[in-house]
């Protein structure tokens, strides 16, 4: 009659060993599961979708739409809102430097006179975008308003015109823009400006640097990697965006992201609000195939 192995036979021994190989074979697959099942619902499926549905035609009458894998829709919607596009992409250019100019500063002082205090710092910089992004954007329309505090103070001091105004133009829309992106370029500048070894500026100092040769050939190439990821971070996000332009803008700067709001919501051209969104898509991703192309695809994850 066969005997049990023991833990101790050298075929025991070995059993043990090939199952403790298959665990660790098959640990990375078990605890990657639950984010890629929620990667592939939420993330893979919605664009699969989207993709299916911009190669339909919807009927003018009916509403209905059928399936005829039709790709002229890109084009022609390229064609019908390329000044929307064109506008959303210097809208977002434009708000993304304005981050740029205004977080560098902020970012550097923290990381390097901080202290202590640099979490105390950065919880100030992000509480104002715990509010709503809705609020945050109707706070500002209340602002830049006819009556609001802004323009009443400069026409009290003869500074500008009763006529002059700010709503419904594009100052108005990029304002919102910058304001409502700031964190996504102030944290990523921060990560890279506080990994500056200090010692490397010492050094910079010892060579008979002053501070504007060492800022300019020290801190501001090793902080490029951060620049680049605050400037895709905050670019992205502001090119789809429409809140803003529909509240503070007018009919004169649509949006891209106001189009694709429309052709669900009013027009229900389902199948051209899918193509544009596809488009944007497609221009998002060039994007972050041109930076991890750059400066390598792990970089931008340390930023995250």
Not at 206 to 231: E, H, M, Q, S, T
Request: charged share 10%; hydrophobic share 50%; glycine share 6%.
């Amino acid at each position: 009659m066969d005997q049990p192995v023991s833990s101790h036979h050298p075929r025991g021994v070995e059993k043990q060993r090939r199952s403790a190989g298959w665990g660790k074979r098959l640990a990375p697959y078990l605890l990657s599961l639950p984010a890629s099942v929620w990667l592939v619902l939420l993330f893979i499926v919605p664009l699969g979708s989207l993709l299916i549905q911009s190669l339909e035609t919807c009927s003018p009458v009916t509403g209905a739409c059928v399936m005829t894998w039709s790709w002229g829709e890109l084009p022609s919607q390229v064609s019908l809102y390329h000044q929307q596009f064109v506008t959303s992409l210097i809208f977002a250019a434009i708000a993304t430097l304005v981050d740029l100019v205004i977080s560098f500063p902020i970012a550097y002082w923290i990381a390097f006179y901080g202290g202590r205090r640099k979490n105390f710092f950065l919880i100030m910089l992000l509480v104002p975008f715990f509010v709503s992004f809705i609020i945050r954007t109707l706070v500002w329309q209340f602002i830049l308003s006819e009556n609001g505090v802004v323009l009443t103070f400069l026409r009290h001091a003869h500074l500008i015109s009763s006529s002059f105004h700010v709503l419904g133009t594009n100052v108005a829309v990029i304002i919102g823009l910058a304001y409502n992106y700031l964190p996504f370029t102030a944290l990523p500048l921060y990560v890279a400006i506080e990994r500056i070894d200090h010692r490397v500026l010492d050094a910079a100092h010892d060579l008979y640097a002053n501070r504007r040769a060492a800022f300019g050939r020290v801190i501001l190439p090793l902080a490029v990697p951060g620049i680049f990821a605050a400037f895709l971070l905050t670019f992205i996000p502001a090119f789809g965006d429409y809140v803003n332009q529909e509240i503070l803008g007018g009919t004169s700067n649509t949006m891209i992201g106001t189009v694709i709001q429309d052709s669900y919501l009013v027009n229900f051209n389902y199948p051209a609000g899918a193509s544009l969104s596809v488009i944007l898509l497609a221009v998002s991703l060039l994007g972050i195939w041109l930076y991890a192309r750059l400066l390598g695809s792990r970089t931008i994850e340390e930023y995250l």
